[in-house]
């Protein structure tokens, strides 16, 4: 799981001695301010199929689907350990370049492929800025697994900013299947880093499937076998950025959004002698 380093030293030694324990035992992170990074450790059982580090620059395979590219760009910090990419979009921005001509600033990361059926954990951090301001009007999506191949419709998993809380976004190629679990409270992450953790094993209704979602080391979501990916999808991949679909057709309170992006690495676990596979409800190891 995460563990977060931060410049914000304690006063009593002692206590620090213990808590880092108590993380390091737990694996549980938590962020006290926008000062502190995400520090990644790989899972047990898995390996890593795609990690991203920004103070790379964003990857030339990657694909940046921006007005401007001033939309997407790298900022570097001396009061962070690493770099991070910095997402901005305003309303009033020229789409009609950008896929479908729909407000957007995303980087996807199609490298690495995601496979239905297979075990995958995603780990990544987003941080709002102090002003991040919120729309109770319209959500946008903030990260997302894209489905792949000529399928077309909503991402069938998104994390989403839907006015004062996160929703994650989950369904299938099965009509009505979407469902928005709510948690979180994003007015209280502004001027923070949050860590996140995804383990993701896709199927669709009927298959194995399993979304388990964790903010900071906590569990928010946890759903399985309720189908969230599209039907024999082997070409998923994975997206971040800001993705605001009603911007022009709707009502909203915001005409200019930003958020910033920390590592990202994809995990994917090890296969096991057919003797050794020992089937489970999916649960995060």
């Given at each position: ?44 059982g898995y390996q890593t199929l795609m990690h991203v580090d920004w103070s790379d620059g964003i990857p ?175 070409q998923a991949s994975v997206k971040v950025g800001v993705y605001k679909w009603l911007w022009r057709k ?36």
């Open positions: 799981m995460f563990k977060v380093s931060s410049t914000n030293r304690h006063k009593k030694s002692g206590q620090i001695r213990v808590m880092a324990a108590a993380l390091a035992v737990m694996s549980i992170g938590m962020v006290s301010s926008a000062t502190a990074e995400c520090v990644l450790n790989q899972p047990p030339p395979w990657a694909g940046i689907q921006t007005a401007t590219p001033q939309n997407a760009w790298i900022i570097r910090s001396d009061s962070r350990h690493s770099a991070q990419l910095h997402i901005e979009l305003s309303r009033n921005d020229d789409y009609q370049r950008v896929a479908n001509g729909v407000p957007r600033a995303e980087v996807s990361l199609g490298k690495t492929r995601i496979v239905n059926g297979r075990d995958y954990i995603l780990d990544w951090s987003t941080s709002l800025p102090e002003d991040f301001p919120i729309d109770n009007a319209q959500p946008e999506i903030v990260t997302q697994i894209l489905e792949g191949g000529n399928r077309r419709g909503a991402p069938p998993v998104a994390l989403v900013i839907n006015g004062d809380h996160y929703e994650m976004r989950v369904h299938s190629d099965v009509p009505h299947s979407m469902r928005a679990l709510k948690f979180g409270s994003v007015p209280a992450d502004r001027g923070k880093t949050v860590c996140w953790r995804l383990h993701y094993i896709p199927g669709t209704v009927g298959e194995k499937s399993t979304t388990e979602l964790d903010k900071n080391g906590q569990r928010v979501v946890a759903e399985y076998n309720r189908g969230n990916a599209y039907a024999g999808d082997d709707q009502a909203s309170d915001v005409e200019h959004l930003s958020i910033e992006y920390g590592n990202v690495t994809l995990y994917g676990k090890k296969s096991l002698p057919a003797d050794a596979a020992n089937p489970s409800r999916g649960e995060s190891k």
